[in-house]
């Protein structure tokens, strides 16, 4: 398969989170900022990187933007060049638009722009921090509509060593068990070692034991109550 294409524009904290991140993960990335100090810096972990403002469409044009498989606007700070960037991109047909908003007010107008996919760091981390704080039992979890998720939660104390079928997380708590992760010892390069591996589709019989972690789906409501009964 062809390696993804991505432009990431706006490198500070968070663009060049990302620009590392994509890159590391083999895709081909063109890193943007009108700063050079910042493209100089960046220069080093990602295929390609370019001093340009991104108000200027010419200067987007030459690289071929319209081209990308999808473009990052990690703008943060100054939100009038974030939409005429934007609008520069929408006007060159970009495949692809992941915009970051700062508030709720810049959220609104760049879907009123059209920008579908839009990302809020500031206030996704802080919702996730505040997460962990109440329900410790919550290592992560993917947010979906409706007030669904998919969580990977530690299994609460009084069901350890049960099974499934004991537990009854689907007629009880309205929860299904997607996989369990489980810590497996392992001798690798004559070293001892603990590595995490999914354990596949659970049965009935499937006992949880205390250092698991469990991947669950149900509503965020119902996955809570049942941490919160058990715990
Ligand atoms: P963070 O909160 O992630 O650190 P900032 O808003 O502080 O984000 O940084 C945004 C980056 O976007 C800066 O490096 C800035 O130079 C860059 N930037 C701002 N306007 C433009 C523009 N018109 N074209 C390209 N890069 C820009």
């Given at each position: 398969?062809?390696?993804?294409?991505?432009?990431?524009?706006?490198?500070?904290?968070?663009?060049?989170?990302?620009?590392?991140?994509?890159?590391?993960?083999?895709?081909?990335?063109?890193?943007?900022?009108?700063?050079?100090?910042?493209?100089?810096?960046?220069?080093?972990?990602?295929?390609?990187?370019?001093?340009?403002?991104?108000?200027?469409?010419?200067?987007?044009?030459?690289?071929?933007?319209?081209?990308?498989?999808?473009?990052?606007?990690?703008?943060?700070?100054?939100?009038?060049?974030?939409?005429?960037?934007?609008?520069?991109?929408?006007?060159?047909?970009?495949?692809?638009?992941?915009?970051?908003?700062?508030?709720?007010?810049?959220?609104?107008?760049?879907?009123?722009?059209?920008?579908?996919?839009?990302?809020?760091?500031?206030?996704?981390?802080?919702?996730?921090?505040?997460?962990?704080?109440?329900?410790?039992?919550i290592v992560s979890y993917l947010?979906?509509?409706?007030?669904?998720s998919v969580s990977e939660i530690k299994p609460?104390?009084?069901?350890?060593?049960?099974?499934?079928?004991?537990?009854?997380l689907?007629?009880?708590?309205?929860i299904n068990l997607i996989t369990i992760k489980r810590?497996?010892?392992?001798?690798?390069?004559?070293?001892?070692?603990?590595?995490s591996?999914l354990t596949g589709v659970p049965?009935?019989?499937?006992?949880i034991?205390?250092?698991d972690n469990m991947l669950v789906f149900g509503?965020?409501?119902?996955i809570?109550?049942?941490?919160?009964?058990?715990?």
């Open positions: 398969m062809k390696n993804k294409q991505f432009a990431v524009i706006g490198l500070g904290q968070f663009g060049e989170a990302i620009a590392k991140s994509l890159s590391k993960k083999g895709a081909e990335v063109m890193a943007v900022d009108v700063n050079q100090e910042k493209v100089d810096y960046i220069s080093s972990y990602v295929s390609y990187a370019v001093t340009l403002n991104a108000t200027d469409k010419k200067a987007l044009t030459m690289q071929n933007i319209q081209d990308f498989d999808a473009i990052v606007i990690a703008i943060g700070e100054e939100f009038e060049q974030l939409l005429l960037c934007a609008v520069n991109l929408i006007e060159l047909k970009a495949k692809r638009i992941i915009a970051r908003a700062k508030g709720d007010a810049n959220k609104l107008i760049l879907e009123k722009l059209g920008i579908k996919e839009i990302f809020q760091p500031e206030s996704e981390v802080a919702a996730l921090v505040a997460e962990r704080l109440i329900y410790p039992g947010k979906l509509p409706d007030g669904f609460p104390k009084s069901i350890h060593g049960r099974t499934i079928e004991d537990i009854r689907r007629d009880k708590y309205s810590g497996f010892t392992e001798l690798k390069d004559e070293e001892v070692k603990t590595e591996h049965h009935s019989s499937t006992v034991e205390e250092h509503r965020d409501t119902d809570e109550k049942f941490i919160e009964i058990n715990s």
